[in-house]
């Protein structure tokens, strides 16, 4: 069962273009939605993150947009640089009230490649 | 440790034979996922754990994977005569378990079933 639905899989843009990146969530409980950079040989790090209560957030030329109401979220990259070319993850977050603690469930990924 | 560590970070091994991957977390991170990543794929959902306990171990994809932990901190992740569909990266992540907090990657264990 995929609770965190990311597209498309693979994309490619050119230098100075603007990628993005869609997810889609089923689960109303989640109330975090974070994105993850991963790069080659590399475990994913934290890149950006949401609560549903704001609807867009900027940091550099990473930007993120929310929409509670359709339950989807995006990764807009500004000005992307070859440097950008990586693996982009979404996730969602929500607590689990049984074991008390925050469950974080990951969409399939997207491989961004951009070319100079 | 200043980050998630994961050991080995290479393992080839002959099929049919048991592995264990070990992960040594963040000091102080309550909560430890475990992932599998096949090549050029995402991030497969393994199991999690809260302190010791394992709340959710729904990714385990038979009952030939196993995982526990100990002292609410290094995880062990078991697998029992291998096959070679269980070649993939495994990631292991933690993080403090109050609150929406960030996961830290360990840079996983590369693993190879010949």
């Known amino acids: 069962q995929q609770q965190v639905k990311q597209s498309p899989q693979s994309l490619i843009v050119q230098k100075g273009g603007i990628p993005i990146i869609n997810c889609a969530y089923e689960?109303?409980?989640?109330?975090?939605f974070p994105w993850y950079q991963q790069f080659p040989g590399k475990g994913p790090a934290l890149l950006i993150a949401i609560r549903p209560d704001v609807s867009e957030k900027k940091e550099g030329r990473f930007t993120i947009s929310f929409n509670k109401s359709a339950k989807q979220f995006s990764l807009h990259i500004m000005d992307s640089q070859p440097g950008d070319s990586a693996t982009y993850f979404c996730a969602a977050s929500r607590r689990d009230s049984g074991a008390g603690s925050y469950q974080l469930t990951f969409g399939k990924g997207t491989k961004l490649s951009v070319i100079p | 440790g200043a980050g998630v560590s994961q050991s080995p970070s290479n393992k080839v091994t002959e099929k049919g034979k048991d592995v264990e991957l070990r992960c040594d977390p963040i000091s102080g991170h309550t909560a430890l996922y475990w992932y599998r990543q096949s090549l050029g794929q995402g991030l497969e959902f393994l199991i999690y754990?809260?302190?010791?306990?394992?709340?959710?171990k729904s990714g385990l994809p038979s009952d030939r994977f196993s995982a526990e932990r100990t002292g609410g901190s290094v995880s062990t992740l078991t697998i029992q005569r291998t096959q070679q569909e269980d070649s993939a990266v495994y990631l292991c992540a933690s993080r403090f378990g109050s609150g929406h907090t960030e996961a830290f990657f360990g840079q996983g264990t590369r693993l190879t079933v010949v």
């Open positions: 754990f809260q302190g010791n306990s394992a709340p959710d």
């Open positions: 689960n109303t409980a989640f109330d975090y």
